[in-house]
C-alpha cells in the first residue's frame, strides 16, 4: 500500500496493529493451514486491523447511475496507473473491494495481495482473482 500513497482512489493508511492470538502471539496463517497448495507456496499472512482514511461504503451500496458510472470510471483509473505507473498488479478486485468515497468517488482496498510487476511483466502467483460478475444487474438498479 505504501507504493500506492497519494492515489486518489486508494486509502491512506492512519494506523495499524498486529491481533494476536494469545498476548505476544501474532495471528498467522502459516500457523493454521492444513494443506499448502502449489500457488500458496512461499506465503504467509499475518493477521492486521487498519485504520484507513477517508470514509467509504460499498460499492453496491451507489445512490445513482451517474454514483455508480463515476466510482467504476475511477477505479478502473487507479488499476490503469498501479500498473502503468507504479508497476504493481492489484489481483484482488471484487465487489467486497469496491468503494465509493464520501466525495462520491470510486475506491480500490485490500491491497494484501498486491504484487510487482516485473520486468517481461510476470509476477508472483499466489492469492484470488475476481471480478465484477453482477455489472449489467448494478447497473440497471
Same mark, same amino acid.
Given at each position: 500500500?505504501?507504493?500506492?500513497?497519494?492515489?486518489?482512489?486508494?486509502?491512506?493508511?492512519?494506523?495499524?496493529?498486529?491481533?494476536?492470538?494469545?498476548?505476544?502471539?501474532?495471528?498467522?496463517?502459516?500457523?493454521?493451514?492444513?494443506?499448502?497448495?502449489?500457488?500458496?507456496?512461499?506465503?504467509?499472512?499475518?493477521?492486521?486491523?487498519?485504520?484507513?482514511?477517508?470514509?467509504? #461504503?460499498?460499492?453496491?451500496?451507489? !445512490?445513482?447511475? +451517474?454514483?455508480?458510472? &463515476?466510482? /467504476?470510471? @475511477?477505479?478502473?483509473?487507479?488499476?490503469?496507473?498501479?500498473?502503468? #505507473?507504479?508497476?504493481?498488479?492489484? !489481483?484482488?478486485? +471484487?465487489?467486497?473491494? &469496491?468503494? /465509493?468515497? @464520501?466525495?462520491?468517488?470510486?475506491?480500490?482496498?485490500?491491497?494484501?495481495?498486491?504484487?510487482?510487476?516485473?520486468?517481461?511483466?510476470?509476477?508472483?502467483?499466489?492469492?484470488?482473482?475476481?471480478?465484477?460478475?453482477?455489472?449489467?444487474?448494478?447497473?440497471?438498479?
Amino acid at each position: 500500500m505504501k507504493k500506492m500513497d497519494g492515489l486518489r482512489g486508494v486509502p491512506c493508511l492512519v494506523e495499524y496493529w498486529l491481533v494476536e492470538m494469545e498476548p505476544g502471539e501474532v495471528d498467522e496463517t502459516v500457523k493454521y493451514r492444513q494443506k499448502i497448495t502449489c500457488s500458496l507456496q512461499g506465503t504467509s499472512r499475518t493477521h492486521v486491523h487498519m485504520v484507513l482514511k477517508p470514509r467509504a #461504503q460499498p460499492l453496491y451500496q451507489f !445512490r445513482s447511475r +451517474s454514483e455508480f458510472l &463515476t466510482a /467504476i470510471r @475511477d477505479i478502473l483509473k487507479v488499476q490503469k496507473f498501479a500498473v502503468e #505507473q507504479r508497476h504493481i498488479l492489484h !489481483r484482488d478486485c +471484487s465487489l467486497n473491494n &469496491t468503494m /465509493i468515497g @464520501d466525495d462520491d468517488g470510486g475506491m480500490l482496498i485490500d491491497w494484501e495481495f498486491a504484487v510487482d510487476i516485473i520486468q517481461g511483466d510476470k509476477y508472483s502467483v499466489g492469492g484470488t482473482i475476481s471480478v465484477l460478475v453482477s455489472f449489467q444487474d448494478l447497473y440497471m438498479k
